[in-house]
């Protein structure tokens, strides 16, 4: 009952991580809903690279239900 279980706090300088529209942080409800919900569509869209050009990344979607997927990109 809002004790936090994991939090993750730094990001080596090499990696870069896009969220939509500034986010930084979100959190799973205890119905496994995502707070704050998305304001457009049903997930949020974060793309994680690190500086190497051409390298693969992910890309990791968050549905407002809390289902997690992510696929492969590569990284410019």
Same mark, same amino acid.
């Given at each position: ?6 939090? @993750? &706090? ?7 991580? &896009? ?6 942080? @979100?959190? @799973?409800?205890? &119905?496994? @809903? ?43």
């Amino acid at each position: 009952a809002g004790e936090e279980i994991r939090v @993750f &706090n730094e990001v080596h300088d090499s990696v870069t991580i &896009n969220g939509p529209d500034g986010l930084t942080n @979100f959190r @799973f409800r205890a &119905n496994g @809903f995502v707070a704050p919900s998305p304001a457009s569509g049903a997930e949020y869209r974060f793309q994680v690279c690190d500086d190497r050009t051409g390298e693969k990344g992910r890309v990791v979607q968050v549905h407002t239900s809390g289902r997690i997927r992510h696929e492969t990109v590569t990284c410019g």
